[in-house]
C-alpha cells in the first residue's frame, strides 16, 4: 500500500498495520512511523537480530547528534520496546532486547496552569470572533486540539449544550460547552459565509478546516498579545480547565472522565495542593 515506505522492513510494516487495528491515533502512528524508519536506516541490519548493546548505542547516538532531552530520549526507547515486545510476543524473535535496557531518567516537570488574572488577560486578547470561539471552547471543554480539529458545526448539541467527541483509541466521549463557550461559537458561525462543515476554518477563502498547527498559532498569537510572560499553548488551556473543576469540587474521577483519560492517575498530575484550594 502506499501508507508503507518501499524500503520498509515488512516487520515494521505489520507493527504500524496492528498498531492502526488498534485505533492508535495518526499523531501517534507517524510518531511511530519515523523513529522505526530512522532506526531501520541507522542500524542497516535484520531488525531481528538487534542486541541490547545496538539499542544503547543508538539511543548515545541520538542523544549526542541531535541534543534531544532525558525525556525525548525515553519516549523513543518505548516506542523500541512497544516494537520489540511486539516482536517478541509473535515469535519473531527469541528475546527481546529492551529487557535489558533501563528506562532513561529525566526529571517530571509539572507545568502551572493559568492562575484567574492569566487566564482574563487571555480572554481579553481575544480580538476577532473565532479566537474568542477557539479560547472558549478550549477552555470549556478540556479537548485536546486533535479533537478540536475534527468538531464539526453539527456535533454540537445546541440544547444541551454537548458534542460527542472521539478521543484516543477511538473512544467516544462527551464534551461540555458552558454559556460563554456556546454564545462565542454562535457570534462567530454568525460571521462565516462558507458551507463548510468544520467548526473551525481558516479566515480567507478557500475557508478549509484549521489544522493543529494554525490552531496553536493562535492560541500562542493570544499568549503573546496578553503579555502574561510565558507561553500559552492548547494543552495549557487543558490543563487549567481540569485544575479549575478539581479546584471547584469536581471529583477525580469525574474530571478523569471528562478529559478521556484512561487512568485516573494520569489525571491526578491536575490536583493542587489543599492550601490552594483554601485560597
Not at 532506526?39 to 537480530?49: I, P, Q, R, V
Not at 532525558?70 to 512497544?82: A, D, F, H, Q
Request: proline fraction near 3%.
Amino acid at each position: 500500500p502506499a501508507c508503507y515506505g518501499q524500503d520498509r522492513p515488512f516487520v515494521v510494516q505489520e507493527f504500524l498495520a496492528r498498531k492502526r487495528m488498534k485505533g492508535c491515533s495518526d499523531g501517534t502512528i507517524k510518531q511511530y512511523t519515523m523513529l522505526l524508519d530512522g532506526f531501520s536506516t541507522w542500524a542497516n541490519k535484520d531488525l531481528t537480530l538487534i542486541k541490547d548493546i545496538d539499542i544503547l548505542v543508538y539511543l548515545d547516538y541520538v542523544k549526542s547528534t541531535r541534543e534531544v532531552s532525558n525525556r525525548t530520549l525515553e519516549g523513543k526507547r518505548l516506542i523500541l520496546s512497544s516494537f520489540y515486545t511486539f516482536m517478541h510476543d509473535t515469535g519473531k524473535i527469541a528475546v527481546n532486547p529492551l529487557r535489558s535496557v533501563e528506562p532513561v531518567k529525566y526529571k517530571e516537570t509539572v507545568r502551572e496552569p493559568l492562575n484567574d488574572i492569566e487566564l482574563e488577560k487571555v480572554r481579553n486578547a481575544c480580538v476577532t470572533e473565532r479566537e474568542k470561539a477557539l479560547f472558549e471552547v478550549l477552555y470549556s471543554t478540556g479537548a485536546r486540539i486533535s479533537e478540536i480539529i475534527g468538531l464539526n458545526r453539527s456535533d454540537i448539541d445546541q440544547n444541551s449544550r454537548v458534542a460527542v467527541i472521539t478521543g484516543k483509541g477511538d473512544q467516544e466521549r462527551y464534551i461540555f460547552f458552558n454559556a460563554k463557550a456556546l454564545l462565542a461559537v454562535e457570534n462567530y458561525l454568525k460571521t462565516r459565509t462558507d458551507e463548510n462543515e468544520a467548526l473551525f476554518v481558516g479566515a480567507i477563502s478557500p475557508y478549509n478546516r484549521l489544522g493543529k498547527t494554525s490552531l496553536e498559532k493562535i492560541v500562542k498569537d493570544l499568549g503573546e498579545r496578553a503579555g502574561i510572560n510565558r507561553p500559552v499553548f492548547p494543552h495549557l488551556l487543558r490543563h487549567t480547565f481540569a485544575t479549575d473543576l478539581l479546584a471547584h469540587g469536581a471529583k477525580i474521577d469525574q474530571v478523569s472522565q471528562m478529559l478521556g483519560h484512561k487512568q485516573i492517575d494520569t489525571t491526578k498530575i491536575y490536583a493542587k495542593t489543599s492550601t490552594d484550594m483554601m485560597r
